[in-house]
């Protein structure tokens, strides 16, 4: 990438592992210092390290991101830190509980809401007012096509996802014009922790199947976290500047042939 992102400053969450780890990776390949959190210090932590120790500027915030106070920790602590944020990456997320609504369990429910919908509005509440001012930012949330086509058992996954596609969507017109751009990400069925979890529910006894995620992950073709971050690194740098509330699936043949193509 040429370090298309040289100076820039980003805020990824759900940094620790799967799509979050690669792209924390990806920004600062491309010359973007990165803030990462999430709830796991150690895995938070080692991966900072290991980027440092690479040459690049990544900062360790460990958080629980459905807190607004720790929010604020995160935002408070990038700007003390680099002055600036440009680069907002809402990709933190849980999929729990993966079960019919009538036997799920009411915390786990409101708790995903908490972590899918509501996290990712305290992040862009607080960095938009910054990213106005400086004319320049780029919001990214991490979506699914759950938020479009119900799955059974993903009930609060589902709403959580719809609800995020649509606040970004209104926050783009909200923005248009002033410099500032928000995007949604819909990665795929990814070879992610998540993925394994929701491969480990016992569908006996329930109106559940979630066969095609075991036949994807049998069939070798889930998509490769290094692959969605090459796709949220497109989005956040200067090949999307022209896109502001559109909606991107990394099923889009000629979209991820695009990326392929401007990343090479």
Known sequence: MKKKLQGQVAIVTGASRGIGAAVAEKLVAAGARVVLTA???????????RLRKEGGMALAVAADITDPEQVEEVVETAVDQFERI???????GVVWPVEELAYSDADEWVFNIYTNLIAPYYLARLVLPLMLDQQFGRILNISSGVAVRPVKGFSAYGAAKAGLD????TLALEIEGRGVTANVLYPG???TA????????????????FSNFHKAYAEGILQEPAAVADMICWLVGP???DHNGKVFT???AAWA????RDLA
């Not at 649509?166 to 969507?169: A, D, F, L, N, V």
């Not at 998540?194 to 199947?209: I, N």
């Not at 042939?257 to 392929?260: N, S, Y």
Request: charged letters at 30%.
């Open 39 to 49: 709830r796991s210090e150690d895995d938070l932590e080692a991966l900072a390290t």
């Open 250 to 252: 990394a099923g889009d």
């Open 194 to 209: 998540m993925q394994e979890d929701v491969r480990s529910v016992d569908t006996t006894g329930s109106s559940l199947d």
């Open 189 to 191: 069925m990814v070879n």
């Open 257 to 260: 042939e695009q990326v392929r």
């Open 239 to 241: 090949w999307a500047k």
């Open 86 to 92: 440009d680069i907002l990456v809402n990709n933190a």
């Open 166 to 169: 649509m606040w970004t969507k």
